[in-house]
């Protein structure tokens, strides 16, 4: 019993939140954004709070589309990516990150004039990723299943020199 304990704390915690999330309001729509020619499989977005702007991995378009939220509309794609997976935007250098599953790279893009700036290799396969503006760290899975191997790495990139760690 004693072994199931701290499980069953979770899973009451778990239950607890969903409970108290289900008496608030229910999201409502406010916003449609059509991107025309761009379809399907959009992947994990990023967000420039400040700037007002979403940043979607369009795999199946090779692109990343740049969103204005504030006007409505796309304002640029971006296209030296074959496979963007992940975006991520940091507000202090201003620069967007994408990890581009084809070419087992991440890309740097300049967040004022969205020219490619670097391409930082890693294993072949970076897919889902996450980014800490405390430290300025992009964290990408890479590997397994999209590298053909048994395993899969993280990958731990500092944002703020842009360099793979």
Known sequence: ??????????????????AHGQA???????QTIPLPGVPGALDHMGID????????????????????LKAGKRIRTLSDVLWPSTVAYNPQTNEIFVT???GGSVKVFNGETYELVKTIE?????????????????YS????????????LIAIV??????HL
């Open 1 to 18: 019993m004693k072994k199931h304990f701290p499980l069953l704390g979770i899973l009451l915690l778990a239950f607890a939140a969903t």
């Open 24 to 30: 608030s309001a229910p999201l409502k729509l406010i």
């Open 49 to 68: 709070i400040r700037g007002q702007r979403l940043f979607i991995p369009a795999e199946q378009h090779q692109t990343v589309e740049v969103v204005d």
């Open 100 to 102: 581009d599953r084809s």
């Open 122 to 138: 890693l294993i072949a396969g970076p897919d889902n990723a996450t980014y800490d503006p405390a430290t300025q760290i992009f």
């Open 141 to 152: 899975i890479s590997g397994a299943r999209w590298a053909g191997l048994p395993y899969t």
């Open 158 to 163: 500092n944002t703020a020199t842009k360099q």
